[in-house]
């Protein structure tokens, strides 16, 4: 889960470089690089919940 991530982190880095330097309005650009960040966060945030269900689990 987190590999898919980081892959979408540096697509979405490619994805804004190719267009700061190919479009004519490249800082009316909203970059993309920022949501996937969101969204690694996020995924980050489930394994360690996940982590922490299976511990309790193994625990009880």
Do not use: H, N, Q
Request: aromatic fraction near 12%.
């Amino acid at each position: 889960m987190l590999g898919l991530a980081v892959v979408l982190i540096v697509l979405c880095a490619a994805r804004d470089v190719w267009v700061m330097r190919t479009s004519p309005e490249a800082y009316a650009m909203v970059p993309w690089i920022r949501f996937a960040w969101v969204e690694f966060g996020i995924t980050l945030a489930w394994v360690i919940a996940e982590r922490m269900r299976k511990d309790a689990r193994a625990m009880a």
